[in-house]
């Protein structure tokens, strides 16, 4: 069975440090992965998604990229944390090769930013 | 622009009473809508896919339908653990693997 996994689970960062939050994905090959944050009292905003390594489409122009370094880990990342860059980071994965599928989501991760 | 508005925002229960919640959708070509149920603090989870109107899907005390314009999750005879957010959220054809989410229905279940 498939199981996605990101960590940390919290975290809390000064405005202006860099940040890393990471994403694996295990019992499956070439999954296409995305990163959502949700803000407190929102719904889930798409950020970034990836069908293969190295292939990222942006949603949203911001402070954060991403990258996918091999298959299945996706790694979301900032040079220097804003105040709004704050929220509940979630991680999600589909089966490759079905564009309509649904996504299944890793347990998030809290980011605040002081 | 794709759009997906969910109702009501918040519901309370008293445990064994039925009810509905509404997911309301505009979409350019509807490839699917997806309900999920998340937890405070966790990650969704995945819950129904309904891709054509008049389908629909059951899991437990959970049934899910849809139209062309929205689509209902109705709890038949609710526990207080079906206390959760549940989410609706839809893909278009026009946007291959993206999914727009509704902000959600908090349901609380009294005992």
């Known amino acids: 069975s498939q199981t996605i996994h990101q960590w940390p689970a919290t975290l809390v960062q000064p405005v202006g440090s860099p940040l890393s939050l990471e994403c694996t994905v295990e019992?499956?090959?070439?999954?296409?992965l995305y990163w959502y944050r949700q803000a407190a009292g929102r719904g889930l905003q798409l950020l970034f998604y990836s069908v293969g390594i190295g292939q990222i489409s942006s949603e949203v122009p911001q402070n954060l990229s991403a990258s996918r370094p091999q298959d299945r880990q996706f790694i979301l990342s900032s040079k220097k944390l804003l105040l709004s860059d704050s929220g509940f980071y979630l991680c999600a994965w589909s089966p490759s090769g079905r564009a309509y599928n649904e996504q299944f989501f890793g347990p998030g991760t809290r980011l605040t930013v002081l | 622009e794709d759009q997906v508005t969910q109702s009501p925002e918040a519901l309370r229960l008293q445990e064994g009473e039925s009810s509905s919640l509404n997911c309301s959708y505009t979409?350019?070509?509807?490839?699917?809508l997806f309900w999920y149920r998340q937890d405070p603090g966790k990650g969704p989870e995945f819950l129904f896919t309904l891709y054509s109107a008049g389908e629909e899907k059951e899991k437990e005390r959970l049934k899910a339908t849809l139209t062309k314009k929205e689509s209902f999750l109705h709890i038949t005879a609710p526990k207080p653990e079906d206390s959760a957010t549940y989410l609706c959220a839809v893909q278009a054809y026009s946007n291959t693997g993206k999914l727009i989410f509704g902000q959600g229905t908090t349901l609380q279940v009294k005992p």
């Open positions: 019992g499956t090959s070439n999954p296409n």
């Open positions: 979409v350019s070509g509807l490839r699917g």
